[in-house]
Nanobody, 126 residues
Framework: QVQLASSGGGLVQAGGSLTLSCAAS????????MAWFRQAPGNEREFVAA???????AYSESAKGRFTITREISKNTVSLQMNSLESKETAVYYCDARYERAIMPIVRTPTGYPYWGKGTQVTVSS
């Protein structure tokens, strides 16, 4: 069982930045792939970014060039630096995890991650 605690959400003006963090209750992140999804009211959960167990990463088209996903294995944390935020990106952001040790394409679907954090609200004002 993996427990995930996300933090760092809040209110920011359009064009501003936020950094989200996710702490995982595991022995080592080196056996986990972790991802960020977001869900706005009335919308489906949407892939934002992910980092694989061996450090590979992927972004949604909207996140490329503005968001950066990183991890600190020594602290069992994954962060998402978000720049140039837009009002349409207002949503609850979820940190997710899956055990992974094989070389494979990064999973971009929410059903591929069995472990979910509670989410953190990001509100971007226009």
């Amino acid at each position: 069982q993996v427990q995930l605690a996300s933090s760092g959400g809040g209110l920011v003006q359009a064009g501003g930045s936020l950094t989200l963090s996710c702490a995982a209750s595991v022995g080592s992140l080196s056996s986990l792939a972790m991802a960020w999804f977001r869900q706005a009211p009335g919308n489906e959960r949407e892939f934002v970014a992910a980092i694989s167990w061996n450090g590979g990463f992927a972004y949604s088209e909207s996140a490329k060039g503005r968001f950066t996903i990183t991890r600190e294995i020594s602290k069992n944390t994954v962060s998402l630096q978000m720049n140039s935020l837009e009002s349409k990106e207002t949503a609850v952001y979820y940190c997710d995890a899956r055990y992974e040790r094989a070389i494979m394409p990064i999973v971009r679907t929410p059903t591929g991650y069995p472990y979910w954090g509670k989410g953190t609200q990001v509100t971007v004002s226009s």
